[in-house]
């Protein structure tokens, strides 16, 4: 496989433990990404801010709170939460385990996107054939 | 809620229908970003490239297979694919559902993360005092 393409498995993320960052096993260019399992009842012991990036989380199972700038809300799976660097943020999991996904990349960096970036290639796979 | 901060709820994953982005309804500027799920035994029906963005793929469930630059590699949960913008690329769920993330970002525009980028701060939450 080319370096143009890295491929990384971490196993079932009902057993991942703790935090597994992606960049420097896959050679990100444009984003670090972390998939993160906190136990039941546990939360990240600081609350931290970005000097340049932006971040998202998305919560792929169990249930939380999310610390930003003085206020609290619940997670739940399917919430998304996008934070601006300066935000003084946390999460922690409720009386289930928080199985989360928190990508960083570098505020207004994103020139075009989707339609505007992506082309759609004259290649068929065998599956569309 | 400040405009640093934005929040959505998608639902839970597993009865996600087809994609959802999420970069209009939240505000992102570094990344735009889809929660999908391929009902077992389909496929995007199209191959497709990008001009200038990097994307990576995170699987959270399910299993498929990937299609990049004429080869096909399996998918399962906790597989983590990164491809170049110019990465002719197609993904297909197997004999179950395929959930995963695809976030598309600017090649090359990462300029520090995590430890470079992330500052601890004094700021203690209710959990941590």
Redesign the interface.
């Known amino acids: ?13 009902k057993v ?1 433990t703790d935090k597994h ?3 420097e096993q ?8 972390s ?1 993160n399992r906190l136990p039941a009842g546990t ?1 990240v ?10 971040e ?1 989380y ?1 919560v ?2 169990g249930e939380g709170m ?4 003085g ?3 619940a997670l ?9 660097p ?3 943020r ?1 999460i ?1 999991a409720g009386k289930a385990d928080l199985c989360y ?1 928190c ?12 339609m505007t ?5 004259e ?6 054939k």
């Open positions: 496989m080319s370096e143009k393409i890295s491929v990384e498995n971490i196993g079932a993320l991942l960052f992606a960049k896959l050679g990100l260019s444009s984003m670090e990404v998939v939360g012991p600081f609350v931290h801010t970005h000097k340049m990036n932006e998202l998305v792929v199972s999310f610390y930003a700038d206020e609290e809300f739940q799976e399917g919430t998304l939460v996008r934070v601006a300066a935000v003084e946390a922690r996904i990508i960083q990349a570098a505020e207004n960096s994103l020139r075009q996107y989707t970036d992506g082309v759609i290639s290649t068929k796979t065998a599956w569309m």
